[in-house]
């Protein structure tokens, strides 16, 4: 069993919550108390010469870098690694190991570069270095692609070759449908590591599996299993080291020394999990579920427009080597074609056009004012006694004779509120929008209403204007339209209903908003009966 380690990448792959930013403090302290555990390999941090020396940064420029930070202190018998990014580290870099604190470097390509990569990984080796092939999204890899590099990484014959499930697709039977593969047909001499994510939950539960399968082969080559400390890691997290150090110990016949991890939690990483949290997710589940990255997931999810059931559909319209390589116009192009949905909308707009042409009609938005200001709106609508047409939602301190849905989302929010009015108001959606059962009292094409160009193309305020404008209405009041402020908490008068994507480009919007405002101004004369950002910038 001497051949089954772990190793810890803490400091490498838990900085992707950080930016490698934790504190000399903190990086001394990770590291000595896994190496005072007894723990194989320690990772101590990317190399990455586009990145500046930071002694408090687990992410450096040169391999010398590693000894300003980590120089002096006791490795015992723990094994020291960094990892490098292929293409991020010129080999000039690199110093050879035996001037250098680092016992190996861990090399890190996706398929498409597998010949450059190993043809670099030859050259750190050839510097006197351990080194370790870390095939990333191992799931990409199909049968006679993971043949295919196997040949070419007999050739280097590395120290170790890892699976890296980096985005937490595995499941017992696909990691040892890869494991049996390599394990037949790597040169003995090379051992095999396994890198999990938890996106399923699976990360230390797949890692047991491939160690009693290891065991259970009688195999003599070194089985490598990473983790990291209370599972910090990129997304959903990793397998926590101090778990798999439990089960070597009761299973394994190990010593390692659990307490020095339980110290480093206590006095270092729970006050950075207290500020960046890390582990499972929705978020994580359906990006893993669909086999896609999760930046996918975060594109879909931030449009708050969607059901979680429409946001799989669209991930499943995802094919081949995109469903891992995040491309954002790809997904861009998915959202909006799934939004299409080709209506006929003339005797709708015929039907609106005759009940609200020449009335007076008040537009009601979520912003802050509805609740701040809501004395004018109400005096406006005792005086006035407008048509009143919400956007998204329903007010709580009236009933708005029209409620306009662009959002699926926020229909599924408000059903049971719809439900209770469906007497006493009636819906206008856009065609993007589908009912539960039946149909909706009106139904307009949206595509027709969107800004295709614009940074927030379905900007629900300016779908209705249009729409309205399209009926031969020629005045409107807004009320509860503020406009975005992104030094705010939340722009709503409800936080829940925030866009993430408004903290960095809430002031683009206003200038959308603004742009928009003046191209109508002659076919429609707006008033704001609450305060709002776009009268300020109006010209």
């Not at 000399?24 to 390999?41: K, P, Y």
């Not at 002096?72 to 010129?90: A, Y």
């Amino acid at each position: 069993m001497d051949n089954i380690k772990l190793l810890d990448c803490t400091l490498r792959d838990g900085g992707y919550i950080n930016d490698w930013n934790f504190g000399n403090e903190t990086l001394i302290n990770v590291f000595e108390r896994i190496v005072s555990s007894g723990i194989d390999f320690i990772e101590v941090g990317f190399l990455d010469d586009r990145r500046a020396f930071d002694i408090n940064r687990s992410i450096m420029p040169h391999s010398d870098s590693v000894e300003k930070i980590y120089g002096g202190l006791d490795k015992k018998q723990t094994e020291v690694v960094g990892m490098i990014d292929f293409g991020t580290c010129k080999i000039e870099n690199i110093q050879p190991c035996a001037s250098c604190f680092l016992d190996g470097i861990r090399v890190i390509f996706k398929k498409q570069i597998m010949k450059e990569a190993l043809a670099f990984c030859q050259q750190i080796k050839d510097l006197g270095y351990k080194v370790f092939a870390q095939l990333v999204s191992i799931t990409s890899y199909n049968d006679e692609e993971i043949l295919q590099l196997i040949d070419l990484v007999n050739q280097v014959n590395p120290f170790a070759v890892s699976i890296v499930d980096t985005y937490g697709l595995l499941h017992k039977e696909k990691l040892l449908h890869y494991y049996y593969i390599l394990n037949e047909k790597l040169n003995s001499s090379i051992g095999l590591g396994y890198h999990s994510h938890n996106n399923f939950q699976l990360g230390y539960a797949n890692s047991i599996e491939l160690i009693n399968n290891h065991l259970n082969h009688d195999s003599q080559r070194v089985l490598l299993i990473d983790g990291t400390i209370f599972g910090m890691g990129k997304g959903a997290g990793n397998a926590p080291i101090e778990l798999l150090a439990m089960y070597s110990n009761e299973n394994l016949g190990k010593k390692y020394d659990i307490n020095h991890i339980l110290e480093a939690i206590d006095c270092s990483i729970l006050d950075i999990f207290k500020h960046t949290p890390w582990g499972y997710s929705m978020k994580y589940f359906i990006s893993a579920s669909n086999d896609c990255h999760p930046n996918y997931v975060s594109f879909l999810l931030d449009k708050k427009t969607l059901s979680v059931k429409s946001i799989n559909q669209i991930l499943k319209k995802l094919e081949g080597d995109s469903k891992l390589l995040y491309n954002q116009a790809t997904i861009e192009k998915l959202y909006f074609d799934f939004q299409k949905n080709d209506c006929e909308d003339t005797a709708d707009y015929q039907l609106l056009s005759e009940h609200l042409k020449d009335q007076k009609i008040l537009l009601m938005g979520p912003g802050q004012s509805i609740d701040m200001e809501q004395d004018k709106i109400l005096k406006n609508i005792n005086t006035e006694k407008p048509i009143i047409i919400s956007i998204n939602y329903i007010p709580d301190f009236c009933n708005p004779n029209y409620l306009f849905l662009t959002n699926t989302k926020r229909y599924i929010q408000q059903a049971t509120f719809i439900h209770k009015l469906q007497n006493q108001i009636q819906i206008i959606a856009t065609s993007n929008v589908t009912k539960s059962s039946g149909s909706f009292d009106y139904q307009l094409d949206y595509e027709s209403l969107i800004e295709k160009d614009a940074v927030f193309k379905d900007n629900s305020l300016i779908m209705l204007l249009k729409a309205l404008i399209k009926m031969g209405v020629k005045k409107v009041s807004l009320a509860g339209f503020d406009g975005y402020d992104e030094s705010k908490k939340t722009n709503f008068y409800l936080s829940k209903m925030e866009y993430d994507f408004l903290k960095t480009r809430g002031n683009e919007i206003n200038d959308q908003m603004i742009t928009f405002l003046n191209t109508i101004k002659n076919n429609m004369d707006i008033e704001f009966i609450t305060t709002s950002i776009y009268t300020k910038l109006l010209k």
